[in-house]
T-cell receptor
Framework: KNEVEQSPQNLTAQEGEFITINCSYS?????LHWLQQHPGGGIVSLFM???GKKKHGRLIATINIQEKHSSLHITASHPRDSAVYIC????????????FGTGTRLTIIP | SAVISQKPSRDICQRGTSLTIQCQVD?????MFWYRQQPGQSLTLIAT?????????ESGFVIDKFPISRPNLTFSTLTVSNMSPEDSSIYLC???????????FGQGTRLTVV
């Protein structure tokens, strides 16, 4: 079993729909990251969470430390949101390396 | 924050040759990491590049295959040696400014070995 599990693996939705991507992890963590990867391969950091909820524009990320679960929401989705979304955790063992989920490929259809 | 310049962005290489990937950061950082992303897979940590000492490699990765240099706190290189088609992947460098700070990534190097 992977330390970080994401669901769904693939998601196709119509423009304007509300999107939810889930991430569950099995280790103790000091932080959780949501990342966005576009087809060229470059990765952009969307959020870093250690508790609660963060919002940036149409993106919202939440984390429940007790349940070891995080969600990424996209409101009013747009075709430019099409990308792979990756959840990654920093374990609380003291180093800063990331352990990645397998990613969710999101496609928004106009 | 940190801005990372990674190059080359892509390359096509003959098997048996080596490719060196460079990452330049616009500020001094302690922790720098090299990741591999094989086709259709998630990212896997190759090694942590340590300034002034040998890199720390993850299980399954060895220095002879992936030698890493870290001459100062703003620069690192990863070499993929004696390449085979199985080395075709995206390679990314990343830096951390602390365990509870944003992670920063280079643009990635898309390597194809033929």
């Amino acid at each position: 079993k992977n330390e970080v599990e994401q669901s769904p693996q693939n998601l196709t939705a119509q423009e304007g729909e509300f999107i939810t991507i889930n991430c569950s992890y099995s280790v103790g963590i000091s932080a959780l990251h949501w990342l966005q990867q576009h087809p060229g391969g470059g990765i952009v950091s969307l959020f870093m969470l250690s508790s609660g909820k963060k919002k940036h524009g149409r993106l919202i990320a939440t984390i429940n430390i007790q349940e070891k679960h995080s969600s990424l929401h996209i409101t009013a989705s747009h075709p430019r949101d099409s990308a792979v979304y990756i959840c990654a955790v920093v374990s609380n063992f003291g180093n800063e390396k990331l352990t990645f989920g397998t990613g969710t490929r999101l496609t928004i259809i106009p | 924050s940190a801005v990372i310049s990674q190059k080359p962005s892509r390359d096509i290489c003959q098997r048996g040759t080596s490719l060196t990937i460079q990452c330049q950061v616009d500020s001094q950082v302690t922790m720098m990491f090299w990741y591999r992303q094989q086709p259709g897979q998630s990212l896997t940590l190759i090694a942590t590049a340590n300034q002034g000492s040998e890199a720390t490699y993850e299980s399954g990765f060895v220095i002879d295959k992936f030698p890493i240099s870290r001459p100062n706190l703003t620069f690192s290189t990863l070499t993929v040696s004696n390449m085979s088609p199985e080395d075709s992947s995206i390679y990314l460098c990343s830096v951390s400014l602390g365990a509870r700070t944003e992670a920063f990534f280079g643009q990635g190097t898309r390597l194809t070995v033929v």
